[in-house]
């Protein structure tokens, strides 16, 4: 069966709060193969095979609470990472919360991912207790590089609404991973306790396994200089994307009233030149003024997230005004607005993460919306809007309801995965040991109280259909092989 594919170290945990899908890609450009997604409350992060839309493989990430950073890829899938949402104690003992400054820490986890069945996490970082948002990954010239949100950089711990939002900047925290492999090839990482489970279905059988991991490699950024570097960034930033060309990153300041941008070219030179404003835990803080590439004045209320089609063009979604701006890059003026209805979080271009964005629909995924259908069942819809991006001026097309809370989506043209779709199964090399490959095979099986069932299934046809010498107190295990 599957159920070990739910197996973690806190035991057998079916349920979770998942929020971005992510594509694989290969040089920069989603290629259908598998889909990863993230989970929340037990951090871990799954991989579904896009030939049969099943999921294949959850890794369990510890040292972290909140997998919210995740699973965002490199450009050819190398890897994905999950960052911590919540900093919490290494390792995760009891310790007062008023200690938060001094025991509590943020880690950015690199897990590997372009080979089925063996994800595991490469390397993890050690990073200031602040709350690691969101990332992505760099591409073109910043290739080897990732980007990760970060907010509470005051290090609260009570009325986080008020306390973690006193600094006027908060920090992008900028990782070369390929130095951090450096680190790691040079052994200046520490193998670090840490117990997780590897979670996974067998090509062949189809049942699922599971595996208890016990450390991981850690990188303190004071023993591994270079690895990280901190952008500093207004206001509480959530969002971070960067754009195709892998020139700008650009920031969603949730407090802020401006969409910062970044520059690659200009970090690196600041790196070169040691523009620090001061370093932080071995990480050095950029001057602001030495990265970046300018700013959006007056985009709206409430900046999050952004994503771009291809053309030069960035769409940013903004919370508070509920609205979607188009804004220009390199120039940074905003040529165009559009209402949504109401409080967009996450929006999506097909590909509008990606080095080449399939560039004429964007969706809105709006929030506070419940007033907007028919109040039926116990969870109210949300709604979405798609919209024509394909002019000079954004056009709503469509309003839909969307069930839960709407977090990010992924898109690509259906013509990249259709003709690898896995119709059937061949029967003749499964190696189930529960298969049953025609009508005849089939059987009932006991050893002491348990009963095996050997079953076909043909539509509503099954056999065996009368189960005979099943008792009370039996444990009963139907097998069924679909024939068709």
């Not at 579904?48 to 040292?63: A, G, K, S, V, Y």
Request: net charge neutral.
């Amino acid at each position: 069966g599957t159920k070990p594919m739910l197996q973690t170290t806190y035991g057998f945990m079916p349920w979770d709060d998942s929020h971005h899908p992510e594509l694989s890609q290969t040089d920069g450009v989603p290629d259908g193969r598998w889909l990863f997604i993230n989970a929340n409350n037990t951090p871990r992060v799954a991989r579904i095979d896009l030939t049969r839309f099943e999921t294949d493989e959850i890794l369990q990430i510890p040292n972290a609470a909140g997998g919210h950073a995740s699973p965002f890829t490199t450009p050819s899938t190398k890897y994905i990472v999950s960052a911590t949402r919540f900093s919490v104690p290494i390792p995760n003992t009891d310790v007062a919360i008023a200690s938060y400054k001094q025991n509590f820490k943020g880690t950015l986890s690199f897990i590997t991912a372009d080979q089925p069945g063996k994800m595991d996490i490469a390397f993890q970082i050690l990073m200031p207790g602040y709350n690691y948002d969101l990332g992505h990954a760099g591409k073109g010239p910043s290739d080897g590089w990732f980007f990760f949100t970060s907010y509470n950089s005051e290090e609260a711990n009570s009325k986080l609404e008020e306390n973690a939002s006193q600094n006027d900047k908060d920090f992008v925290a900028a990782v070369n991973y390929k130095r951090a492999e450096e680190c790691v090839a040079q052994g200046k990482s520490t193998a670090t306790p840490s117990e997780y489970t590897h979670n996974w279905v067998d090509e062949k059988s189809r049942i699922a396994k599971s595996e208890k991991k016990t450390s991981v490699k850690m990188i303190d950024p004071k023993q591994c200089t270079g690895v990280v570097y901190y952008l500093p960034t207004p206001k509480s930033p959530h969002g971070v994307d960067v754009d195709p060309t892998g020139e700008y990153i650009v920031a969603g300041g949730k407090l802020a009233t401006v969409i910062p941008v970044h520059s690659f070219t200009k970090m690196q030179k600041a790196i070169a030149d040691k523009a620090f404003e001061k370093e932080i835990d071995g990480i050095p803080v950029l001057k602001y003024d030495a990265v970046m590439a300018g700013e959006v004045q007056k985009p709206g209320l409430g900046p999050l997230h952004t994503e771009f089609e291809g053309k030069g063009y960035a769409y940013t979604s903004m919370f508070i005004s509920s609205e979607i701006v188009k804004w220009k890059l390199g120039t940074w003026e905003v040529v165009d607005r559009i209402p949504v209805y109401y409080s967009v979080g996450h929006l999506m271009i097909p590909g509008g993460d990606s080095k080449k964005p399939w560039g004429k629909y964007l969706v809105s995924m709006n929030k506070i919306t419940k007033d907007r259908y028919l109040p039926t069942g116990p969870e109210l819809a949300q709604s979405a809007q798609l919209i024509d991006i394909s002019g000079d001026k954004m056009k709503l097309l469509l309003d839909f309801p969307t069930i839960g809370e709407p977090h990010y989506a992924q898109g690509l043209p259906a013509s990249v995965i259709k003709d690898k779709q896995l119709k059937f199964h061949k029967l003749a090399e499964s190696g189930s040991p529960w298969v049953t490959k025609s009508e005849a095979d089939g059987g009932i099986t006991r050893t002491g109280k348990r009963v095996d069932i050997k079953m076909i299934a043909i539509r509503s046809h099954f056999a065996p259909d009368n189960l005979e010498g099943v008792q009370v107190g039996d444990t009963v295990y139907f097998h069924v092989t679909n024939l068709e």
